[in-house]
Nanobody, 124 residues
Framework: QVQLVESGGGLVQAGGSLRLSCAASGRTISTYAMGWFRQAPGKEREFVAAVPWRGGSTTYADSVKGRFTISRDNAKNTVYLQMNSLKSEDTAVYYC?????????????????WGQGTQVTVSS
């Protein structure tokens, strides 16, 4: 089992930045692809970004490309999401997730473990 705990969310003005962290425990995440998803009020959960188990070859949703950066530190068992140039439409609960195997899945069903989420609110 892998337990994931997100942190770093909060209230920020449009144009600002936040860095989300996802700390894993129970098992090393070094063999898992890691992803971030988000869910805005009244909307479906959507893919944001993913990084494969060995790093590199990151994948992003078009809506965040060029503004968000996903990274991982396997030694710290932690994944990060750096969010810059935030917009009001980025307001959502952000979830960290872990998927066994290779690749960088962009769909929810490919992920095996999920965190509880952290709220990000961007004021305009």
């Amino acid at each position: 089992q892998v337990q994931l705990v997100e942190s770093g969310g909060g209230l920020v003005q449009a144009g600002g930045s936040l860095r989300l962290s996802c700390a894993a425990s129970g098992r090393t995440i070094s063999t898992y692809a890691m992803g971030w998803f988000r869910q805005a009020p009244g909307k479906e959960r959507e893919f944001v970004a993913a990084v494969p188990w060995r790093g590199g070859s990151t994948t992003y949703a078009d809506s965040v490309k060029g503004r968000f950066t996903i990274s991982r530190d396997n030694a710290k068992n932690t994944v990060y999401l750096q969010m810059n140039s935030l917009k009001s439409e980025d307001t959502a609960v952000y979830y960290c997730s872990a998927a066994r195997g290779i690749g960088v899945p962009t769909v929810q069903y490919a992920y095996d473990y999920w965190g509880q989420g952290t709220q990000v609110t961007v004021s305009s």
